[in-house]
Nanobody, 118 residues
């Protein structure tokens, strides 16, 4: 099994910054991608940013920066210039193969709340 543990959420004022972290552990052979999604009330979960094994990235928000520590199986999301509309539960995602011949599967963290409010 694979576990994803997130940290770093909280309450921040508009214009502020937060840094989210997500550490993957367990039966990991390889991680092909890690990323962050978010879900606001009555909205669908949406991609925020992703980073792939080769280092390429996808962003839905230009104010955010995703990075990864490959040695620690940890992904970070630096969020700057936060707005009230960024308020949501942020979920860590990883696509993980647990053995050399296994197909990669999707794993999710439990979510961390980010609230942007004055």
């Amino acid at each position: 099994q694979v576990q994803l543990v997130e940290s770093g959420g909280g309450l921040v004022q508009p214009g502020g910054s937060l840094r989210l972290s997500c550490a993957a552990s367990g039966s990991i052979f390889s991680i092909t991608a890690m990323g962050w999604y978010r879900q606001a009330p009555v909205k669908q979960r949406e991609l925020v940013a992703a980073i792939h094994s080769g280092g390429s990235t996808n962003y839905a928000e230009g104010r955010f920066t995703i990075s990864r520590d490959y040695a620690k199986n940890t992904v970070y999301l630096q969020m700057n210039s936060l707005k009230p509309e960024d308020t949501a539960v942020y979920y860590c995602h990883a696509r993980v193969a647990t053995c050399p011949t296994c197909y990669a599967s999707d794993y999710w963290g439990q979510g961390t709340q980010v609230t942007v409010s004055s």
